[in-house]
């Protein structure tokens, strides 16, 4: 299986900061890498598909990057409804993985 | 609008069984792939099981392979997760999810909002 690592686990920040994540698969996956978002007690949701797509409707302020086997995910300018967690998942492979997640609380 | 809308979910014996289900609307079922998605209280995403539109595919994690198995009624816009053997770590929110193409590698860009499954003596 592939193993995505995901870091850092937690990070605290304030409304209007950039913040980065970070996500390495154990082996390439090409682009096949997508970010979530998930506030507690809901479904996660899909911001960021392959990579760099944002998806239909998520705001332009949240972008996603790179590919092989190191890939990166930026919020710029936090906002208030952004404190959640945040999920990379690799589909290049069956079974699909999920790193280990990101908690983004406000400092 | 797509909606997902899970059922099935409980309290079962270490050892026990439970199916859940998975109701599917707003959307032309029969061409995505669909997979459940687990998280255990405090813990992170799991992917469990996905199937392919047409249902001839299926894969699994390895923490359930042989014990889940995984089926879809296209006629009724519905698919399935028959739990056997269940364990104690198996105690999660299980959230079913829609792929966004018809193969079982597909990632999810839908999902329903979770069925708490508990096993415990």
């Known amino acids: 299986d592939i193993q995505m690592t995901q870091s850092p686990s937690s990070l605290s920040a304030s409304v209007g900061d950039r913040i980065t994540i970070s996500c390495q698969a154990s082996?390439?996956?090409?682009?096949?890498l997508n970010w979530f978002q998930q506030k507690p007690g809901k479904a996660p949701k899909l911001l960021v598909y392959?990579?760099?797509n944002l998806e239909t409707g998520v705001p332009s302020r949240f972008t996603g990057s790179g590919s092989g086997t190191d890939f990166t995910f930026t919020i710029n300018s936090l906002q208030p409804e952004d404190f959640a967690t945040y999920y990379c998942?690799?589909?290049?492979?069956?079974?699909?993985?999920f790193g280990g997640g990101t908690k983004v609380d406000i400092k | 609008e797509v909606q997902l809308l899970e059922s099935g979910g409980g309290l079962a014996q270490p050892g026990g069984s439970l199916r859940l289900s998975c109701a599917a609307s707003?959307?032309?079922?029969?061409?995505?792939?669909m997979s459940w998605v687990r998280q255990g209280p405090g813990k992170g995403l799991e992917w469990v099981s996905g199937?392919?539109?047409?249902?001839?595919?299926?894969s699994y994690a390895n923490s359930v392979k042989g014990r889940f198995t995984i089926s879809r009624d296209n006629s009724n816009s519905t698919f399935y997760l028959q739990m056997n053997s269940l364990r104690v770590e198996d105690t999660a929110t299980y959230y079913c999810?829609?792929?966004?193409?018809?193969?079982?590698?597909?990632?999810?860009?839908?999902w329903g909002q979770g069925t708490l499954v508990i096993v415990s003596s």
């Open positions: 999810a829609k792929g966004y193409c018809g193969d079982t590698s597909c990632s999810s860009d839908s």
């Open positions: 707003g959307f032309s079922f029969s061409i995505y792939a």
């Open positions: 199937i392919s539109a047409n249902g001839d595919s299926t």
């Open positions: 082996q390439d996956i090409s682009t096949n």
């Open positions: 392959d990579s760099s």
């Open positions: 998942q690799q589909h290049d492979n069956l079974p699909l993985t």
